[in-house]
């Protein structure tokens, strides 16, 4: 990319076994293998993290649920400390009423003993015994006064008996609140250990989903290792291709699995074809390749172009010089200057009707995949490709725009 040095030719045939064929299917099998880990793995993080947070929400849960049975238990004791004290003040008035009801049968007695004297002897001189009277209206007197403290003795003893009604009535309602409080605080209990137990196991959920999550890192990690070794081996039967050793139609077989994944991760649209005759005129399918310019790897592109879409990709700065990195940063440059030269979307809509005829078309191919070689601003520079072409050095371009429209052109017939 962006320099000026014809590639690998393109055009060595030689036949070699299906070796390629068969690491191309398994390489297929392992990347459908690790997506549907992986999306496997996103499921159960998911499904990790809604369970903690129904642990949150249940421990918060409980702590209300212990706040609330605290307070209950306080006033069930506050009620219940009411209670004794209403027994003990009506233990109190029964026994007043007791004594007063003592005094007064003794009082009744007494007097009925002696006005039943009177009515026997009908004696004055027997008033010195009633009541101790001197005389009849000493008597009057004194029974007078009896009356009105037996009237006394019986309003009081009214008042005392609406009060014991008032208590006994005021204790029944002690008494039911209590039975509410105790079978609210019961609820609660039953309640708390409820959530206790959905803790407990969603605890134990907790536990199992990190053990598979751990398993399935690690099985993840034995299907990356397995794709680096499948990988290397492409990377090996790439390098005969250079060495003269694999066909065309054997390169274009081990580069497809490889090339397609990298354009499914950009969002598909890119043609594969088109993506692996880039890299069969720019690097020969060799990853450790270093143009003059500093291009890098399968793709040929250069660090400084590299850095933004690294980081708009979020690969590290020594992605370039992995290989699957490399392809993908190459592919979203291409991907970038066919829709900067052909408009929104072009990308999506390459087909090889625009290589028709290699390398003498003004369409935004020719132009983007000279942008690829030169820069896009050496293509608008001279205000098209043919102004391009005509400079000392254009014919390079020209030829380069031709090889890989052949190549795409040849590929197409070849894809899946």
């Not at 009541?131 to 009057?140: E, I, P, R, T, V």
């Not at 003269?244 to 074809?273: D, E, I, K, N, R």
Request: contains cysteine; aromatic residues 6%; hydrophobic residues 40%.
């Amino acid at each position: 990319m962006h320099r000026l040095w014809p590639g690998v030719c393109a055009a060595m045939l030689l036949a070699v076994g299906p070796l390629a064929t068969a690491h191309a299917a398994s390489l297929q099998q392992l990347e459908q293998q690790q997506h549907q880990t992986s999306q496997q793995l996103n499921a159960e993080q998911s499904q990790l993290k809604a369970t903690q947070n129904s642990i949150l929400a249940t421990q918060s849960r409980i702590q209300q649920i212990n706040q609330q049975v605290a307070q209950d238990r306080s006033r069930v004791a506050a009620i219940d400390g009411e209670i004794q004290a209403t027994q003990a003040q009506l233990t109190t008035t029964q026994n007043e009423i007791t004594s007063i009801n003592r005094h007064l049968h003794y009082e009744a007695s007494l007097l009925t003993a002696q006005v039943r004297l009177m009515e026997e002897h009908g004696a004055v001189g027997y008033l010195d015994v009633i009541l101790g009277a001197k005389s009849f209206s000493d008597f009057l007197s004194r029974l007078y006064m009896l009356s009105q403290v037996a009237t006394m003795a019986t309003n009081l003893v009214n008042q005392i008996k609406a009060q014991d009604a008032l208590m006994h009535q005021k204790q029944a309602q002690l008494v039911t609140q209590k039975n509410h409080l105790v079978a609210l605080q019961q609820q609660a209990v039953a309640a708390t250990n409820a959530e206790q137990a959905a803790a407990a196991s969603a605890g134990a959920l907790v536990i199992s989903l990190h053990s598979q999550e751990q398993q399935q890192a690690t099985y993840i990690g034995q299907l990356k290792s397995q794709l680096t070794s499948i990988v290397n081996q492409i990377q090996a039967l790439l390098a005969q291709y250079t060495g003269g050793y694999l066909s065309q139609h054997q390169l274009f077989t081990a580069l497809y699995p490889l090339v397609q994944s990298a354009t499914t991760q950009l969002g598909g649209g890119l043609p594969p074809a088109l993506v692996i005759g880039v890299i069969t005129e720019e690097s020969g399918g060799n990853q450790h390749a270093v143009s003059p310019a500093g291009a890098v790897g399968l793709m040929q592109v250069e660090p400084g172009t590299a850095a933004p879409i690294e980081a708009e990709l979020g690969l590290p700065p020594s992605a370039l010089y992995n290989a699957e990195d490399n392809l993908l940063i190459g592919c979203f440059e291409l991907r970038y200057l066919l829709d900067y030269f052909g408009g929104p979307g072009a990308s999506a809509n390459v087909s090889p009707s625009l290589a028709v005829p290699p390398g003498n078309s003004s369409t935004y191919l020719s132009e983007a995949l000279a942008g690829y070689n030169a820069g896009p601003g050496s293509v608008k520079a001279y205000g098209s490709l043919a102004g391009l072409f005509a400079q000392s050095w254009g014919a390079s371009v020209q030829q380069y725009v031709a090889n890989i429209e052949a190549l795409y052109l040849q590929y197409s017939q070849w894809a899946p």
